[in-house]
């Protein structure tokens, strides 16, 4: 059973930076696709960015330019850099994993965790 615990939430203003952890249970985790998403109140779970297990990325083009996702294999770690955060970036950030091809769609992926909160005002 893999768990995922994320961390590093919280409310800032427009124009600032965040930087989420996840931390992996199972070091096995290392050889799947892990992703980033995100879900706003009253809005469907979005994918926010996608790493595969060889370190290649995609992200959504609200986020291209501002976000990072990056993996730590040695650390069972997936991290997620935010900056310019735009009040539309409020949501639950879900950490998620367990997936095969590398993709921002929720069912991709088997694993997940139960989120932090991001509010910018």
């Known amino acids: 059973h893999v768990q995922l615990v994320e961390s590093g939430g919280g409310s800032v203003q427009a124009g600032g930076s965040l930087r989420l952890s996840c931390a992996v249970s199972?070091?096995?985790?290392?050889?799947?696709?892990m992703a980033w998403f995100r879900q706003a109140p009253g809005k469907e779970r979005e994918g926010v960015a996608a790493?595969?297990?060889?370190?290649?990325?995609i992200y959504a083009d609200s986020v291209k330019g501002r976000f990072t996702i990056s993996r730590d294999n040695a650390e069972n770690t997936l991290l997620l850099e935010m900056n310019d955060l735009k009040p539309e970036d409020t949501g639950t950030y879900y950490c998620?994993?367990?997936?095969?091809?590398?993709?921002?769609?929720?069912?991709?992926?088997?694993?997940w965790g139960r989120g932090t909160q991001v509010t910018v005002s």
């Open positions: 998620a994993g367990g997936a095969w091809q590398l993709l921002l769609r929720p069912t991709a992926y088997n694993y």
């Open positions: 199972r070091s096995t985790h290392c050889s799947y696709d």
């Open positions: 790493i595969s297990s060889t370190g290649a990325t």
